[in-house]
C-alpha cells in the first residue's frame, strides 16, 4: 500500500488566499505524485463536495474532500497558510488544510488511516505540532501517526480504568456519527465527541457509521447507557438499538463544534425523563399516548421517508434512462419496438446495438418502482420491510398504478411493519421475526391492500395524471413550467427542489410525451442558479467578495452540470437579493422549456446530454435566457443595496459587504 502522504504532498508555506486555490495548489501536487489522473475533474469533484457543506472546523482547520473517478490512489496533501484561508468556520479562516482524495472504491485500509487522521486532528498537540512543524518530511511523517508512542499516559488512563472507587458510576452516553462521504467527519465529531465527555466525567462510547467500516456499539453497552446522541447527516442505521432512550439528535459538524453543549442537552433530558421515540414506537410514548412532539414533525419524517426511496431510485432511472436516450439516438424512437437481442442480434448492425441498448435500459427502468417502495418502507422501519416494500412496488406494477402506487405501497409496507413490531412477543420468536414472520405477514396484508383496496384507485388517479400532462399545451403547460421553475431554485437543493425532481423522476418510469418535458423543464430551472452567479461574478466583480468569485468560477461547471447546489454560497451570503432571483429566472427558464416543447429523457446530466434531447437549440435557449434574467436581477438588487464601498480587488480579501436589511 503506498504512503498516504510523502514530504512531496506538503506544503508549509501555501500562499492561496481562496479555499479553490488551496485546493489547486494541493490538488496539483497529488497530480504531480500521479495520484490524481485529471486535475479539472478532480476539483469538480471537490466543489460539488464543498457546496453540499462548508469543511472548515472551528480550531483553523480545513479539511476539503471528495470521492472522485479521477484519483488513482487515497492521498493526504497538507498546507500551512500563514494568512489563513476562509472555508465557511464560525471562528475564522483555516491555517492548517488537508485535502483528502478518496477514490470511488477506496479500500478500508486507507479509509481506516484517514478516519484516525480526523480523529487526531481534534487534539491541541497534534495541531500545534504541526503549527511548530519546519521539515515536509517530518510533517508528513507526523501525519501518518510515525511519532514516538506515548506509554506514559497510556498507563495512567489504564490505572484510572481499574482503581476502584467509591463514586457513583459516570453519566453514560452512547453516541452515533455518519456524514456523507464517510471520510472525515464522521471520525472528528467521534473524537470531539469522546474528549469533551472525558473532561466532563462522562462516559461516551461512539460508533462511527463511516466508510471505513461500521461496527455495531455492544447491546450492553446501549442498555446500560443513560442518553443517547445521534450526530449525522446520512440516516442512522439499525435505529430501533436506541428505543427507550433520551435523544439528542443533531449534525455532524454539531457533534464537532459543540461537544460539550450536546453532552449537557442528553444530561438534561435523562434528568427530566424525555424519553426518544424509536423508529419502531414512532408516534406513542410509553403509556401508548400519542406524542404531540412527535406529531409535529411527521412532515419532516414522511419527506425523509420519500427521499429515501427516491435516493436509491435515481440510480436506476440514470442509468436505465441514459441507455435508451442513447438507443433512441442511434436507432430511432422505432426502436423501442424491435424484437428481443436474445432471440435476434448482429454485430454489425447498428439497430442492433441499439435494440439492446433500449432492452438494457428498460430492464432497468422496470425496477424504479419497486426499489421507491422498496426503499421507502426500509427508511419508515429498517431491513424487515424491505420485502413487503418491493412486493407492494412489483404490484404496483401489476395494477398499473405506476409511481403513485410505488409511494403508496412503500407507506402501507412501512406502517405495516411498524404496526408488527409494536406487538409483544416472546423472547423465542424474536429471532425469526425480522427474518420470517415480519417480510410473511406484511408482503401479505400489503399485497391485499394494493390488489384488493387502493391499487384500483390510485391506478385510475395515475391514468388521470398521465392523461392530463399529455393533453398540456398552451397556457396550462407554461403555468406547470414556472411552478417547477420556482420550486427548483427556492431553496437549491432543499425539500421544495427534491419534490420538484421527485416528480419529474417518476414521470420517467413510465415515459410519456407529458413525462419527458417535466424532466427537461426540472433540469433546465435546476441549472440556473449557478450559472446565474458564475456569470453576475464575471460581469460584475465588484459587487461580489474575492472568495464569491472563486465560488464563481466553479459554479459554471456545476450549473452545467446540473449541480444547483452550486449556487447555495451565494444565497447563505445575501439570500434576500439571490433567492428571489434566480427563483425568477428559474421560473421563465421552465416556462419557455415547456412552451417550447422540449422532451429529455436522462434524468441528469446538464448541457453534456444535449444531444438526447428534443428540441436542444431552443432547450439552451430556455436555460440562457434564465440565465440572463437572474443575472440582470441580482447585479440590479446588489447594485441599488450598496450602502459601503465596494469590495473590489484590493479590499478585503474574503469579507462580506454589508448590506441593508
Known amino acids: 500500500m503506498s504512503e498516504l502522504i510523502t514530504a512531496e504532498l506538503v506544503d508549509l508555506d501555501l500562499s492561496a488566499a481562496t479555499k479553490d486555490a488551496a485546493a489547486r495548489s494541493l490538488a496539483e501536487r497529488m497530480v504531480a505524485a500521479h495520484r490524481v489522473t485529471d486535475l479539472d475533474g478532480f476539483l469538480a469533484d471537490v466543489a460539488a463536495r464543498e ?4 469543511t472548515g472546523l472551528d480550531g483553523g482547520i480545513g479539511i476539503p474532500h471528495c470521492r472522485s473517478a479521477h484519483v488513482s490512489a487515497p492521498t493526504l496533501a497538507f498546507g500551512r497558510s500563514a494568512a489563513g484561508i476562509d472555508f465557511g468556520a464560525a471562528d475564522g479562516p483555516a491555517d492548517l488544510i488537508f485535502l483528502i482524495a478518496a477514490p470511488a472504491g477506496a479500500d478500508d485500509d486507507h479509509l481506516t488511516i484517514l478516519s484516525g487522521l480526523a480523529r487526531r486532528l481534534m487534539d491541541p498537540e497534534f495541531t500545534a505540532a504541526l503549527r511548530a512543524g519546519t521539515d515536509p518530511g517530518a510533517v508528513a511523517a507526523l501525519i501518518r501517526g510515525e511519532e514516538p508512542a506515548q506509554e506514559e499516559p497510556a498507563q495512567e488512563s489504564a490505572a484510572a480504568v481499574v482503581e476502584p472507587t467509591e463514586e457513583p458510576a ?15 467527519h464522521t471520525y472528528m465529531a467521534a473524537e470531539s465527541l469522546t474528549a469533551a465527555g472525558r473532561a466532563e466525567g462522562v462516559e461516551v462510547t461512539v460508533e462511527t457509521q463511516g466508510s471505513a467500516g461500521f461496527r455495531k456499539l455492544d447491546p450492553a453497552v446501549v442498555s446500560a447507557a443513560d442518553a443517547v446522541i445521534w450526530a449525522h447527516d446520512v440516516e442512522v442505521r439499525e435505529k430501533a ?15 464537532i463544534n459543540r461537544p460539550a453543549e450536546l453532552i449537557a442537552e442528553a444530561r438534561r433530558k435523562a434528568e427530566h425523563g424525555e424519553i426518544a421515540v424509536a423508529p419502531e414506537d414512532e408516534g406513542t410514548t410509553d403509556d401508548g399516548s400519542g406524542s404531540g412532539a412527535d406529531h409535529a414533525h411527521f412532515g419532516v419524517r414522511l419527506r425523509t421517508y420519500l427521499m429515501s426511496g427516491v435516493s436509491y431510485m435515481v440510480p436506476f432511472v440514470a442509468a436505465g434512462g441514459l441507455l435508451i436516450a442513447l438507443s433512441f439516438a442511434i436507432g430511432g424512437y422505432e426502436i423501442a419496438d424491435a424484437r428481443s437481442v436474445a432471440d435476434h442480434f448482429l454485430w454489425g448492425e447498428a439497430d442492433s446495438w441499439a435494440a439492446l ?135 437549491m437543493g432543499g425539500p421544495l427542489n427534491k419534490v420538484a425532481y421527485a416528480f ?29 452567479m458564475a456569470l453576475a461574478t464575471t460581469v460584475r466583480r465588484k459587487l461580489f467578495t474575492r472568495t464569491e468569485r472563486e465560488n464563481g468560477r466553479a459554479a459554471w461547471v456545476l450549473g452545467a452540470s446540473f449541480i444547483t447546489e452550486g449556487a447555495i454560497p451565494f444565497a447563505a451570503a445575501d439570500p434576500l437579493r439571490v433567492i428571489p432571483s434566480v427563483m425568477a429566472g428559474g421560473a421563465v427558464t421552465g416556462a419557455l422549456s415547456m412552451a417550447f416543447g422540449a422532451t429529455l429523457r436522462a434524468p441528469h446530466g446538464g448541457i453534456f446530454v444535449v444531444p438526447l434531447i428534443g428540441e436542444p437549440l431552443l432547450y439552451l435557449l430556455s436555460v440562457a435566457t434564465g440565465t440572463l434574467v437572474a443575472t440582470a436581477l441580482v447585479v440590479l438588487l446588489k447594485s441599488a443595496r450598496r450602502t459601503t464601498a465596494p469590495v473590489g480587488d484590493a479590499g478585503p480579501a474574503d469579507s462580506p459587504v454589508p448590506v441593508a436589511a
Open 170 to 184: 459516570p453519566f453514560r452516553i452512547v453516541a452515533v456519527t455518519s456524514c456523507p462521504t464517510g471520510i472525515a
Open 504 to 532: 419529474a423522476v417518476g414521470g420517467l418510469a413510465d415515459p410519456t410525451p407529458g413525462s419527458l418535458k417535466v424532466m427537461a423543464a426540472v433540469m433546465a430551472a435546476g441549472m440556473v442558479p449557478p450559472l446565474a
Open 357 to 491: 441498448l433500449n432492452q438494457i435500459g428498460s430492464a432497468a427502468f422496470a425496477f424504479l418502482v419497486p426499489v421507491l417502495a422498496g426503499y421507502i418502507a426500509y427508511g419508515m422501519a429498517d431491513r424487515p420491510a424491505l420485502v413487503p416494500g418491493f412486493v407492494g412496488g412489483a404490484i404496483a406494477l401489476t395494477v398499473n398504478a405506476g409511481f403513485l402506487g410505488g409511494l403508496a405501497a412503500g407507506l402501507l409496507a412501512g406502517a405495516v411493519v411498524m404496526a408488527i413490531q409494536r406487538v409483544p412477543v416472546h423472547p423465542t420468536l424474536r429471532g425469526i421475526m425480522p427474518v420470517l414472520v415480519i417480510p410473511l405477514i406484511a408482503s401479505a396484508v400489503v399485497g391485499f391492500l394494493m390488489f384488493i383496496v387502493v391499487g384500483k384507485p390510485i391506478a385510475s388517479l395515475q391514468s388521470a395524471l398521465t392523461d392530463w400532462l399529455n393533453g398540456l399545451s398552451g397556457s396550462n403547460a407554461v403555468i406547470l413550467g414556472v411552478v417547477l421553475g420556482l420550486m427548483m431554485c427556492f431553496d
Open 241 to 255: 438499538r436506541f428505543r427507550g432512550k433520551p435523544l439528542v439528535d443533531v449534525g455532524v459538524k454539531a457533534g
Open 51 to 54: 457546496a453540499q457543506m462548508p
